[in-house]
T-cell receptor, first 114, second 111 residues
């Protein structure tokens, strides 16, 4: 599992409230990613980071912000949660071996926005 | 957009080989074929990847056609725990670009 943890694992919140999800890794990987997964859509990239304080947008970044102040933590923030952000959120890291890069995923966070 | 085509679902009897096909007719010379799977409620799990040679690891074998336009993931002795959605993904081997997931194949292993 490449030492990836996500917190919380489950969360229920109300529309309009801020929510922050945390991804933590223990192996000093440079690249980290946030995906969301919804029925009928598969996994879609929200944001990713290629180093401390270096982030970029993915396919579905509207309504989300991220921060990476240290290598091991990548935070995903919903500034004002909406029901359309009810989803399962997965964090991933990127690991390279023999010149080939592979991504490994965390266990996911289930978010319900009422 | 996903660059691969997979059947939406397949069944396999427990103990038999599961052969999951994937078409990637527009694959470029520097693109690898990756396979991941996702067991219900869990994060995607890396299985195997290859460029042009057939590959085998402890989980599966990957057979890539000579023209590289299609591939087959083989689970040699499927078990009930192999029931999952299997994703075939084509991407370059470097640059740490995000994965693009399609709909995958839902494999049901039947006792």
């Amino acid at each position: 599992d490449a030492g990836i943890t996500q917190s919380p694992r489950h969360k229920v919140t109300e529309t309009g409230t801020p929510v922050t999800l945390r991804c933590h890794q223990t192996e000093n990987h440079r690249y980290m990613y946030w995906y969301r997964q919804d029925p009928g859509h598969g996994l879609r990239l929200i944001h990713y980071s290629y180093g401390v304080k270096d982030t970029d947008k993915g396919e579905v970044s509207d309504g989300y912000s991220v921060s990476r102040s240290k290598t091991e933590d990548f935070l995903l923030t919903l500034e004002s949660a909406t029901s359309s952000q009810t989803s399962v959120y997965f964090c991933a890291i990127s690991e390279s071996a023999s010149g080939v890069e592979t991504q490994y995923f965390g266990p996911g966070t289930r978010l319900l926005v009422l | 957009d996903a660059k691969t085509t997979q059947p939406p679902s397949m069944d396999c009897a427990e103990g038999r080989a599961a052969n999951l096909p994937c078409n990637h007719s527009t694959i470029s010379g520097n693109e690898y074929v990756y396979w991941y799977r996702q067991i219900h409620s869990q994060g995607p799990q890396y299985i195997i990847h290859g460029l042009k040679n057939n590959e085998t690891n402890e989980m599966a074998s990957l057979i890539i056609t000579e023209d590289r336009k299609s591939s087959t993931l083989i689970l040699p002795h499927a078990t009930l725990r192999d029931t999952a959605v299997y994703y075939c993904i084509v991407r370059t081997y470097s640059g740490n670009t995000p994965l693009v997931f399609g709909k995958g194949t839902r494999l049901s292993v039947i006792a």
